[in-house]
């Protein structure tokens, strides 16, 4: 039953990731082309470029979510374990960054539209430092609206921006975090943070000032059993043209979007990781370990 309500809130938000594809000021040039790559939380694949409708991609993205009904629930004190990349990323956050300075939210149109206000801030979680995602606005329909975040990759590489246009691979290791009820058709509610369904985006600088918008990774996970989740993200913007950062101090981001869902859940991110085209970590010596 629960699978079904996976693939039924997926078609609900096939609406919203037509509006979910980047600022007004940074995403009209190339929403049109999406570059996808499928995984489940244990596995990452190749990445191929698609042409697929945003309908089908939405379809596909909910039945490889990592659905755990029948498994015994999880303690969060075996979070840090199912990290992909911790032990050697390039970026790590700490509590006493700015994350202001370096991460900030997005929107098209002042929050008017589906996009949602949101916290930043560094927690703990299982003695990890995370960035945290606090999700703050609903719609008419009580779903909470879609967070979408962007880092500043010029400022994580400051002073080092030659490695910028080295980056091949970039690598998050998410967790998603339960904090209100997810209520089925059946009325049973359960403490899970159920679907994580979004868009994993680079945004490098133009010529002529502006943004590019490049949608490489849209995920579809879930969790049904556990208050937590952890999933390993991946997208490649060696392999798109125009998609790969620039040798330059003006501003571009890797963005991270997650789709309305029904019910409160915080999401983290654990760190990041940036390989060149051999699959050797380019480290960030600002924000390294």
């Known amino acids: 039953m629960k699978k079904f309500l996976a693939c039924a809130l997926a078609l609900t938000l096939t609406s919203a990731m037509f509006a979910s594809c980047g600022s007004s000021d940074d995403s009209s040039s190339s929403k049109a082309e999406t570059t996808t790559t499928t995984t489940t939380a244990a596995t990452t694949t190749e990445a191929t470029t698609t042409t697929a409708a945003p309908e089908s991609t939405a379809d596909s993205t909910a039945a490889s979510?990592?659905?755990?009904?029948?498994?015994?629930?999880?303690?969060?004190?075996e979070m840090p374990a199912t990290l992909k990349n911790y032990e050697d990323a390039s970026v790590y956050f700490k509590k006493d960054m700015d994350i202001s300075s370096l991460v900030e939210p997005f929107s098209e149109n002042d929050f008017e539209d589906d996009?949602?206000?949101?916290?930043?801030?560094?927690?703990?979680?299982?003695?990890?430092?995370?960035?945290?995602?606090?999700?703050?606005?609903?719609?008419?329909?009580?779903?909470?609206?879609?967070?979408?975040?962007?880092?500043?990759?010029?400022?994580?590489?400051?002073?080092?921006?030659?490695?910028?246009?080295?980056?091949?691979t970039v690598k998050a290791d998410v967790v998603t975090k339960a904090v209100g009820e997810f209520?089925?058709?059946?009325?049973?509610?359960?403490?899970?943070?159920?679907?994580?369904?979004?868009?994993?985006?680079t945004q490098p600088a133009k010529d002529d000032?502006?943004?590019?918008?490049?949608?490489?990774?849209?995920?579809?996970?879930?969790?049904w059993t556990s208050e937590w989740g952890s999933y390993e993200l991946t997208m490649r913007p060696g392999i798109k043209d125009g998609a790969t950062f620039a040798n330059t101090t003006d501003p571009q981001f890797v963005s991270i979007l997650r789709w309305s869902i029904p019910n409160q859940a915080d999401?983290?991110?654990?760190?990041?990781?940036?390989?060149?085209?051999?699959?050797?970590?380019?480290?960030?010596a600002n924000f390294g370990k």
Not at 278 to 283: E, F, S, T
């Open 209 to 223: 000032g502006t943004n590019s918008w490049n949608q490489l990774y849209e995920f579809g996970e879930a969790e």
């Open 115 to 168: 996009e949602s206000h949101v916290n930043l801030s560094v927690e703990e979680l299982a003695g990890i430092p995370m960035l945290k995602v606090e999700v703050l606005d609903q719609d008419e329909y009580g779903d909470y609206k879609i967070p979408k975040i962007r880092i500043h990759m010029e400022k994580l590489f400051e002073g080092h921006e030659a490695d910028l246009e080295k980056i091949f």
């Open 267 to 284: 999401f983290y991110i654990a760190d990041l990781r940036f390989e060149d085209e051999d699959g050797n970590v380019i480290a960030c």
């Open 65 to 77: 979510g990592t659905e755990s009904e029948g498994e015994g629930a999880k303690d969060i004190s």
């Open 183 to 201: 209520t089925g058709d059946d009325g049973v509610s359960s403490l899970v943070p159920g679907n994580f369904m979004g868009a994993f985006v």
